[in-house]
Nanobody
Framework: QVQLVESGGGLVQPGGSLRLSCAASGIIFNFWNMGWYRQAPGNERELVATITTGGDTNYADAVKGRFTISRDNAKNTVYLQMNSLKPEDTAVYYC????????????WGQGTQVTVSP
């Protein structure tokens, strides 16, 4: 049974920082590309950042220079360090695992709420 469990969300003031974690189980973690996505009310889910099995990273333009994705294969965990947070970063953040050779084979976490507000 595959599980992706996100944690680390919460309420933070503009300019603040949060670190999200996603712990994976039921998969051979280092075989899977990992990603963070987010969905704000009324919006579609959008890509935030991805990291490949080899450690290559990709970011949405809106978060470049502020967010950093990383992975610890020994802990089966992917992280999203979010700095200089803005109110428009408010969303539910989801973790996703996908096979490099078959993107249709993927799993999602349940999401964690991030709210950026004074």
């Amino acid at each position: 049974q595959v599980q992706l469990v996100e944690s680390g969300g919460g309420l933070v003031q503009p300019g603040g920082s949060l670190r999200l974690s996603c712990a994976a189980s039921g998969i051979i973690f280092n075989f899977w590309n990992m990603g963070w996505y987010r969905q704000a009310p009324g919006n579609e889910r959008e890509l935030v950042a991805t990291i490949t099995t080899g450690g290559d990273t990709n970011y949405a333009d809106a978060v470049k220079g502020r967010f950093t994705i990383s992975r610890d294969n020994a802990k089966n965990t992917v992280y999203l360090q979010m700095n200089s947070l803005k109110p428009e970063d408010t969303a539910v953040y989801y973790c996703r695992a996908a096979l490099p050779w078959n993107n249709d084979r993927n799993y999602w976490g349940q999401g964690t709420q991030v709210t950026v507000s004074p």
